[in-house]
């Protein structure tokens, strides 16, 4: 609903993002987090490394 209310909250993209990404949809999740990038660059470092990380543990997961 944030994102409705205010498409340019970046806080929004990347949160919806990390839940996207903790669900396992990586395509989605990237589509936010790279919107929340867009929308406020200096969450980039952070983003990029949860990111890379919750990929790494997916891709574990599935794995097992």
Do not use: C, F, V, W
């Amino acid at each position: 609903q944030a994102i409705a209310i205010n498409p340019s909250l970046a806080t929004a993209y990347a949160n919806r993002g990390i839940l996207r990404l903790q669900k396992g949809d990586e395509k989605l999740a990237e589509q936010d987090i790279a919107q929340a990038i867009k929308l406020d660059p200096s969450l980039k470092a952070s983003l990029d490394t949860y990111l890379q990380k919750m990929k790494e543990h997916n891709a574990k997961t599935r794995g097992h």
